[in-house]
């Protein structure tokens, strides 16, 4: 194996069983059989760093059982004429130093911090953008920059808002600018995300393209050029519905593995699985996932996209514009986000509250309503850690339920 490497050759099973055919020793430890279990335990170095943190932890492990068995022998033995606070303080600067071992990805000094801080502030200010992922859109990049590795950020808005639709236009443009994005579907199946990112690209309206109905031979060749595109584009989509954030961080640990990630989006928060310790305390079972993901977001140095539903209230009031305050079991949502934006359509609701026609006066009033508020949608930026809050303008089209830049 060693003269075929240094030969610049392959050294696999095929290779060696040729090398070897007439070599009676390798038929006595097994033949092809063993090279190919050979090939099969070599560890590809794609997974050192996951190899390398084992074996530190494990080293760790074994260090804290050393110490526990001299701290049993040492406080068992009487002839130690030492007094226990003195044991205890042994014991306690050993623990320390092994702390200090596993402290130094997270314990840094303040000056070391800052340099950290200032180099990414250059590089913000040289290359001219403002931190995070660009979502795309012109007023919301205005008011939030982009979605900021190690942040979580909340996209809520009541049903028919359009929340999925925006954040598959999100996901979209930022993967198209060449960053990895992994996005969870809990409701719909990967094929539903595929014709609505088709829909909004080729502008072909959903239903068509859904229900295969006034398709031209010129869609079709557009289709497959489309196909051709999306092959390029580093986009990955999980529709397995009850899923955990487990399972979750152990896909993106894949995904990151293969070929990095600077963006997850879950689509949507109640839809997720939660532990049963709680038995069905919704408030805790919602702190537990946003915790979690927020952990996740600094732990893998990626923009966490979340999505929820806002409650019912929001229909009761007179006016439906959302709150911070809407938020679906909100405590621990509005607490754990770095950033919370809410969507808004006024032209959802004004369709549900058309007057009688015989009612002239009021229908003109609607209907003059209606165009002024037709195609339009506000995401509200009602939290943000680092910035300010405010609103900013989009368009809607619901043929092709895609979002893009206000006119």
Not at 17 to 36: T, V
Not at 87 to 111: H, N, P
Not at 192 to 216: N, Q
Request: with cysteine; proline share 2%.
């Amino acid at each position: 194996i060693a003269e075929l490497i240094e030969q610049g050759k392959r050294a696999d099973p095929v290779v060696l069983k040729n090398r070897f055919e007439h070599d009676g020793s390798l038929d006595d430890i097994g033949g092809q059989a063993y090279l190919s279990r050979l090939a099969a335990s070599a560890v590809s170095i794609r997974d050192a760093r996951q190899y390398a943190e084992t074996i530190r932890d494990l080293y760790l492990r074994r260090e804290l059982a050393l110490i526990g068995e001299d701290v049993a022998e040492v406080a068992c033995d009487f002839r130690v004429d030492k007094p226990a606070s003195d044991l205890i303080e042994q014991a306690e600067q050993r623990l320390y130093e092994i702390a200090e071992r596993d402290d130094r990805k997270t314990v840094k000094s303040i000056a070391t911090a800052f340099d950290v801080a200032l180099e990414e502030v250059d590089r913000t200010h040289r290359e001219g953008r403002r931190p995070g992922y660009d979502t795309g859109f012109g007023e919301l990049r205005d008011w939030i920059g982009g979605l900021k590795p190690g942040q979580l950020s909340i996209l809520a808005g009541r049903p028919s808002m359009g929340k999925s639709a925006l954040a598959r236009n999100i996901a979209d443009n930022i993967s198209q600018a060449g960053h990895p994005v992994a996005y969870f579907d809990l409701e719909n199946d990967s094929g539903t995300f595929a014709l609505a990112l088709a829909s909004r690209r080729l502008k072909i309206p959903y239903a068509d393209l859904y229900e295969a109905k006034d398709l031209s031979a010129m869609d079709f060749e557009r289709l497959a050029a489309f196909r051709k595109d999306l092959a390029k584009q580093p986009l990955t989509i999980d529709d397995r519905s009850g899923v955990t954030v487990s399972y979750i961080r152990n896909r993106c640990r894949r995904i990151k593995r293969r070929g990095g990630l600077a963006l997850v989006v879950i689509d949507y928060l109640q839809l997720l699985r939660t532990h049963s310790k709680y038995d069905g305390n919704r408030v805790y079972e919602i702190a537990e996932v946003t915790q979690e993901l927020k952990a996740l977001a600094k732990d893998f140095n990626v923009a966490v996209l979340l999505l929820s539903q806002l409650n019912r209230k929001v229909e009761e009031r007179e006016k439906k514009r959302p709150q911070l305050a809407d938020l679906r079991d909100s405590g621990s949502i509005e607490q754990d986000a770095d950033l919370v934006m809410l969507i808004f359509r006024e032209e959802y609701y004004l369709t549900r509250d058309a007057p009688e026609k015989g009612d002239v006066v009021e229908r003109e009033k609607w209907e003059a309503r209606m165009r002024a508020v037709a195609g339009k949608a506000e995401v509200i930026v009602a939290k943000q850690r680092h910035g300010k809050t405010g609103i900013a303008n989009l368009s809607f089209c619901g043929a092709e339920v895609s979002f893009g830049d206000h006119v």
